[in-house]
Nanobody, 121 residues
Framework: QLEDSGGGLVQAGASLRLSCAAS????????IGWFRQAPGKEREFVGF????????NFADSVKDRFTISRDNDENTAYLQMNRLKPEDTAIYYC????????????????WGQGTQVTVSS
């Protein structure tokens, strides 16, 4: 089970850090992906961090502004979002899958409930 949190309303240029907390003791064997869905749009890939935390990957739209980290001792992953833009407004979801990460939402087995991020201009 995943619980994502940390969303809110911010102005353009601000930062937010989202958290994804897992109840599983096997969290360290899961890769974590972040996805987002804006109103009227399909869910899209934001970034992932591999289960070993060695590799990360990001969508082109965020790769110079967002980072992902994880603390396996705390069973938590983080999405650090900097220099936020109005087009980043969406519901953000974290997701988990065994071992190898993926940019494909369909490959993830577990999902958080989502947290709203709103960026005003």
């Amino acid at each position: 089970q995943l619980e994502d949190s940390g969303g809110g309303l911010v102005q353009a240029g601000a930062s937010l850090r989202l958290s994804c907390a897992a109840s599983e003791r096997t969290f360290s064997s899961y890769s974590i992906g972040w996805f987002r869905q804006a109103p009227g749009k399909e869910r899209e890939f934001v970034g992932f961090i591999g289960w070993r935390a060695i590799n990360t990957n990001f969508a082109d739209s965020v790769k110079d502004r967002f980072t992902i980290s994880r603390d396996n001792d705390e069973n938590t992953a983080y999405l650090q979002m900097n220099r936020l833009k109005p087009e980043d407004t969406a519901i953000y979801y974290c997701a988990a899958k065994d071992y190898q990460p993926s940019r494909d939402a369909g490959e993830y087995d577990y999902w958080g409930q989502g947290t709203q991020v709103t960026v005003s201009s």
